[in-house]
Nanobody
């Protein structure tokens, strides 16, 4: 059974940075991709970024491009989301997700097979 565990959320001031981690277990992650999403209260779950395990190709939503960076450590089965220049509107629960398909990257929630439990990020002074 695949498990995804996020960590690294917390309270940060506007303009600050956080790095989220997502540890994947339960299968070999040499193919496929990982995605990052977030959900604010009363809003739809929003795609942020995706990264392939093989090659580290990335894709970002326009809303975070230039501020957020995703990376991975294959040896640790871990993906990261470095978030810089955080704004109050970045406040949300952040989720990582695993997509087993090896065909490219996806921003569609429905194409991801496994989800983590989420970690809260609050940007406030």
């Amino acid at each position: 059974q695949v498990q995804l565990v996020e960590s690294g959320g917390g309270l940060v001031q506007p303009g600050g940075s956080l790095r989220l981690s997502c540890v994947a277990s339960g299968r070999t992650f040499s193919s496929g991709s990982m995605g990052w999403f977030r959900q604010a209260p009363g809003k739809e779950r929003e795609f942020l970024a995706a990264i392939t395990w093989s090659g580290g190709n990335t894709f970002y939503a326009d809303s975070v491009k230039g501020r957020f960076t995703s990376s991975r450590d294959n040896a640790k089965n871990t993906v990261y989301l470095q978030m810089n220049s955080l704004k109050p509107e970045d406040t949300a629960v952040y989720y990582c997700a695993a997509r087993t398909s090896s065909f490219g990257l996806s921003y569609s929630r429905g194409s991801y097979n496994y989800w983590g439990q989420g970690t809260q990020v609050t940007v406030s002074s």
